[in-house]
């Protein structure tokens, strides 16, 4: 028997194997939480731009973190200094695609140019 879930997001092929082994939702953030946010403390809203800009890097954006941390931080109101700024984006240098290839077309100039490579 399967259930027919698909109006309310539901997956219904539990139903057609009942020995099939349950497997945990892993929910993850995929966009803004709006609701609750003003509850948040500073330190709270700061780590959740982290964890968009993170996302938004794994999946290939064109701006690099500290880019897209300069402008989620003004979109949010948040007052957040230079020096932590450059900090977070350091942490997601994994991710940080964009910076990679940019630092990597200027070592191809320089080096295209006879001037000092990196």
Do not use: C
Not at 32 to 53: C, E, L
Not at 91 to 100: G, K
């Amino acid at each position: 028997m399967t259930l027919d879930l698909s109006s309310q997001g539901l997956r219904s092929d539990m139903y057609a194997n009942p020995h099939r082994e349950r497997m945990p939702v892993i929910a993850s953030q995929d966009s803004p939480v709006m609701q609750g946010w003003s509850d948040a403390t500073a330190r709270q809203k700061i780590a959740g731009v982290v964890d968009q800009v993170r996302l938004d890097l794994s999946r290939g954006h064109h701006h690099t973190a500290e880019e897209l941390l300069r402008e989620r931080f003004t979109q949010t109101r948040l007052d957040v200094d230079d020096e932590r700024i450059i900090a977070l984006a350091m942490s997601l240098r994994a991710v940080d695609h964009e910076l990679t290839r940019r630092e990597e077309e200027a070592r191809r100039a320089a080096a295209g140019s006879g001037g000092p490579s990196a």
